[in-house]
């Protein structure tokens, strides 16, 4: 099948948009705005919001290490945003609120209750990635590792159950039905990317083409985080398993603030270093994409084309 193209292929750039898949759909974040576009059973529905960064009020949180916990909790805020935004359309059972509902609504109002609840899921969800994939592994390397070993070893075994724990969690989670229909939205998300950053034109054909694994994921941020923190848990050492945990917390804004840099760097540059960062990422996405078909493709262009500049090069690293 031919690929038609925009431009020369020698103009390839790689691009700071990034996506994410949700149900039935996909959101896109560009420079200036982010696009929501979901396949509800009555329709195709799009929200479009401006980007208001927090740097821009406080630029030292836009300072290097300093800007990538601030942009993962920013991110995991819009991401449960958008994934509660889709999930309106798609309700389960239709059933009768329940006493205690009602009164969380006349007391709260339905935007506050809405704003709580997010900000609960936030709170939910990084407790529960923090307590299976940083604590846990303390507390189980504490069990297996006598007092008397080594720190090397007891942090090598540590960052091996870590590692071992991830990999589970994305195998079992993409065995689930409702889920690989999220991943293979998560495949259109990445190559309508990839289609884009290759000067094609924004087709169903040309997208089809592309691969579905981006070294941008990120599947590849976390898979680089549980290697920074091994050696970054490294390099603090106490013999009492609680105060290693509460270690463990105190490190990882600054685990997460240099997985983002290195993440950024990779985005930034294709060679061989950065080739063999991403190649653990990039064979993750085994697990956490699928192919889609031509609607999830179609759902991909769609949300990237609302979120292009309006001039050329404000998407570029």
């Known amino acids: 099948m031919e690929i038609k193209k925009e431009k020369n292929m020698d103009t390839a750039f790689r691009t700071i948009i990034g996506g994410q898949a949700l149900i039935e759909g996909i959101l896109m ?33 836009g300072w290097p290490i300093i ?20 999930a309106e359309f798609f309700p389960e059972e239709e059933e009768a609120p329940s006493k205690f ?40 390397a504490g069990f297996l590792v006598p007092a008397y070993s080594s720190a090397f070893s007891g942090n090598l075994i540590e960052g091996v159950i870590r590692i071992v724990l991830f990999l589970a969690y994305l195998i079992l989670m993409s065995r689930m039905k409702d889920i690989k229909r999220i991943f293979s939205y998560h495949g259109a998300e990445h190559k309508a990317i990839f289609c884009y950053e290759r000067n094609l034109e924004l087709t169903v054909e040309n997208v089809r083409e592309m691969p579905r694994h981006h070294p941008r994921c990120g599947t590849s941020f976390l898979f680089v985080v549980m290697i920074i923190s091994i050696l970054v848990f490294s390099t603090v050492q106490w013999s009492n398993g609680w105060m290693r945990m509460l270690v463990r917390l105190v490190l990882l804004p600054l685990v997460v603030g240099i997985s983002y840099e290195i993440n950024r760097w990779v985005g930034r540059h294709d060679n061989t270093l950065s080739r063999i960062l991403t190649a653990p990422g990039l064979w993750l996405q085994n697990y956490t994409t699928n192919e889609p078909d031509d609607t999830m493709i179609e759902t991909g262009i769609r949300a990237l084309k609302l979120v292009l500049p309006e001039e050329k090069g404000e998407d570029e690293w």
């Open 101 to 140: 509902d009602l009164w969380l609504e006349r007391k709260f109002g339905s935007e506050r209750l809405t704003k709580f609840f997010i900000a609960f899921a936030v709170v939910l969800g990084i407790g529960f990635s923090v307590g299976l994939f940083i604590l846990l592994p303390t507390l189980i």
């Open 67 to 86: 800007r990538g916990a601030v942009t993962f909790l920013d991110s995991m805020v819009s991401g449960i945003k958008a994934l509660s935004f889709s």
């Open 29 to 61: 974040r560009g420079p200036k705005k982010q696009a929501i576009v979901v396949n509800a059973p009555d329709g195709q529905v799009i929200k479009e919001e401006e980007i208001k960064l927090i740097k821009e009020r406080y630029p030292i949180l």
